[in-house]
C-alpha cells in the first residue's frame, strides 16, 4: 500500500510513460473487440484514410487501423515473452556467478564477455534466417541472445551486496548462506531486476520490429514490423502513403518510450540515494 | 600501494580477450549452418548454389572439405577463413570478401563520421543543457533525444526521406550518386547524397550521449569553484569549460564503445531505405536470397569493426586515465 | 572466558598472472601476527591501536568470521575453530560483535523492527507475541522510541543506527560482546552518550566487552584492562588506572604523547607492508626512538613485567 502511494506521488513523466504502456497493453488485449474490420480480409487496396478504413487500406486491401491494433499483439507479445526469457537466464547467470565465486563465476563472466562484444543485430539475422520465419523462433532468438547484460549486471550487484556490512553482520549472528541469499541478496537485487526487464522489453521490441523489417518474422503475422515491412517493400513509402508506415513506428517509438520512462521511475524509487543526485 | 598491473598488460589482455572473441565467432560460423535444421550443404554454400553451374558446385564442395569428416572441415574452415576467403557468394558471384570489402567502405563512410559528429553534438548539446538545466531549453533537449532514442532508426529514416527528399525535393531520394559525375563534382554528389543519412546517425548517436555528457557537466557544477568561477567572471569559465569537457570524456568514451553495436545496427537498416549501398543492402539481398556465406562474413566483419572499436575505445581510456589523475 | 593464543591471520594478495611472471611474488599481508590474550568474565579489555594495525581483523577472527592461519581461540574452554555446526550456533548466540560504520552494516532495505526481528528469528527466539515483546524492551533499553520501530536506516542519525546496531547483537542476550570502534564517526557528545550507555548496558546485562578503538580517552575511561596492539601484534597490556601513568612500552608513549593527534595513523592503511626484515625482530624496531641491535634481532615476547601487566620489549625488565 505504501508502495502505491509512493509510485502515485511520482511525477508527470512516469505517470505518462505508464498510462502510455497500460493503453498500448490493453489494445493489444481488446483487439478483437475494438479492431473495426478483420485485418486479414482482402480487399480494395491502397485506400486512403476515410471513415470506413480510419488509416486506409494496404497493398492487398486490409485495413492499416485494425492491423494495427492487432499488430499491438504480437509486437508487444514478442518483446515481452523474450525480455522474461532473456532477464530470467540472466538472473540466474548473474546471481550464481555473484554469489559462487570461483571457477563458476570466471567460465560464466568469460562467456558473457564474450557475448557482450558480439554485435547482436547479425548474430540475430544468421540464426534467424536459418531457422525460418516465425515469431517464436525471433522470440527465442532475442531471448537467448540478450542475456549477458543482465547477467552482467545482477552479479556486479551480488558482489557489491555480498562484500557489505551488513551481509556479514548477518554472518556474524549466524545466518547461513540460504538465509542471506534469501532475506538479503534477492530483495536488493528485485528492484534493478524490475527496472533491467523493463528495459530488456523495450530492447526485444526493436529487435523484432528490424528483423521482421528484414522479413525474418512470419509473412501472416501481423506485427508492426511486419507492417513496416510490407509498407516499405510493396509501394507504401514510395507511394507516399504516409497514413501506412507512419503509425506502426510510432506506435513503437511510444511503447518504447514509454517502458524508458517507467524503467527510470523505477530505479529512482529503488534508491533514495540515487533520487536526491536525479534531483539536483 | 604499487598498482599490480602495468597498462602494456591490461592492453595484451584486453587483446588476447578480442582474439578469442574472434576465434569464438569463426568457429560460430563454422557451427551453425551445420547444426541448424535443412541441408547441410546448402545451408553452407547458400540456396543460390544450387542454381550455379555444377562445377563450381564440386569445386566449391572440395574447397570446403564438405564431405570429409567434421574436424578435418574445421580446420580447413579456420584456416580458409584467417587466409581471407570466406566462402562465394552464388548472388554477388564473387568471393564473399571482395563483396564484402565494396560493401563495407560505404558502411564505414557513414557510421565514422556519425561518431565523431553525434559526440560533438552531444557534448555541446549536454553541457548547455546541463548548464541550463531544468529550463526549457534543457527538458526540450532531453525530449527530443529520447524521442530520438526509442524510434526504429530505419522508421525514421523513411519518415526523414519522406519529408525532406519527397515532401520537399531537398536531398535526393537514396543511393550514392545521381549520375556520372567525376572529381570534386562527384566528391559534392555523394556529400549531397550523405546528408540525410548522415545526419540521422548523427543525432541517434548523439540522443544516447547526451545523457552521459549532461550528468557528468552536473557532477561537475555542484561544486564549489564553479560558483567561484561565475563570480570571478568569463576568462574562468573558460577554464571551466575545459573541465567540464575533461570531465564527460572518458564515460563519453565508454558509452561510445558499449553503443557501437547499437549504431552499427542502426546504419545497417538505415541504409536499406536510403538504397545506401553499404552492408545493410548487402545482407538485405542476401536474407532474400538465403545467401549464407555472405551473412556469415557479415557477421564477422562486423564483430572485427566492434572488436576494432572496443579496442580503440580502451586505449584511449587508459591514454586519458592518468592524465586525469 | 575468552583465551586467545598465539593467533595468526595472514592474508594474500595475489598478483596477475604477468606480473607473478616478473618475479613479482604475491604480497602476504600479516594482519594478525602472533596474538596472546585472555579476557576474564565481566571486564572489559580495551584494545587500542592505530587504523590497519589488525583490530578489525581480530575481532572477525576471534569470533570465527575468518579462519586462522595459526593459532587458537577458546572460549569458554572450547576450540572456537573446531566446533561443529551445533556448538557454533550456540557460540554465535553468546559471542556477538558491533560493527563499526552502522552505515554499511546494516541493510538499507530493512526497517530497525525487521533488524532486530531477524537475529530472533534466526535463533528461533519465542512466537510472535514474545519476539514482539522482546523487541520493545529492547528498544527501550538502548534509548530509541519505538516510533523508530517503522524507520529505515537512512532515516536515523548516527548515533541511532549505532545504538540500533548494539540492540541487533544484545537481543539475543549474549555473554561477551566485541565492539569494533563503537563511536567512530559521531561527535563528542552522541559519542558519550553511547559510551556510558554501554557501560550501563554491561551492568544491567551482565556482559563482558572487548573495546576495540584508536581514541585513547574513551579506551581508558571505560576499561578495565588495556591491550596496545601494532602491526599485528600485541605490545603490551595494561591495567585500566596504571595506564595514563604508568605505561612502558615505547609505541604507548608515543600514543600517549601530546603532540600526537590520538586519531587517524599518519600511515593510510599500508601498514603491513612496511614490516622490513619479514618479519625478524621487534614490531616496532624501524619506528623506536630507543631502538637497539637486539631489537632489530629478534622479537621480544609478551613478557610480565608486574602483576597485570606485560609488555613486549626488549628493553623493559
Redesign the interface.
Known sequence: MARLRQVMQGNKARWAGIAMLVLFILCAMLAPWIAPLDPWEFGPAFLRPSTTNLLGTNDVGQDIFSELLYGARNSLLVGFAAALLSVSLGAIVGLVAGFRKGILDDLLMGATDVFLVMPMLPLAILVSVYLGPSIWNLTLVIGLLWWPSTARVIRSQVLSIRESGYVESARALGASDLWIMRRHVLPNVVPLLMAKFVLTVAVAMLMEASLSFLGLGDPIAKSWGMMLRYAFLRGGFVGGLWWWYAPPGLAIGLCILSLTLISFSIEEKSDPRLKRVLER | MERHQHPAAAVASKAVRYLIVLFVIISLNFLLPRLMPGDPVMNVLGEEAYYGSPEVLEELKAEWGLDGPLYVQYFRYLGNYLKGDWGHSFLCMRPVSEAIGLHLRWTLALVLPAIILGALLAAIAGALAAWYRKSKLDIGFSATFLSFYSMPHYWLAMVLLFVFGFLLGWFPLGKVTSGDTTGLAYVVDVGWHMVLPLGLLTVSKAAYDFLVVRNSVISIYGEDYVLMAQAKGLSQMAVLFKHAVRNALAPLVTVTAIQFGAILSGTLMIEIVFSWPGMGTMIYEAIGARDYPVLQGAFFIIAVCMLVANFIADMVYVWLDPRTR | MLEVRDLKKHFRIR??P??RLRG?RDHIVRAIDGVTFEICEGEVLGLVGESGCGKTTLA?TV?R?YLPTNGDVLFRGQSVFGMGRNE??QL??EA??V?Q?S?????P?MNARHMLE??LL??RMGQRSERRQRIASMMEKVMLSPAFLKRHP?ELSGGQRQRL?MA??LI?EPRLVIADEPLAGLDPIVSTQLLDLMLCLKREMGLTYLFISHDLSTVTYASDRIAVMYKGRIVEIIDGERFQSGALHPYTRFLQSPERLPVESEVNG?IH?RHGNGGKGCVFHEKCPNRTSICTESSPGLRDIAPGHKVACHLVN
Open positions: 598478483h596477475n604477468l606480473a613479482h572477525k569470533l568470521l557454533l550456533k554465535r548466540r556477538q560483535i560493527f560504520d552505515n554499511s552494516t546494516l541493510d532495505r531477524e537475529p534466526l535463533h537512512a546496531s541487533r547483537a539475543i599500508d607492508f
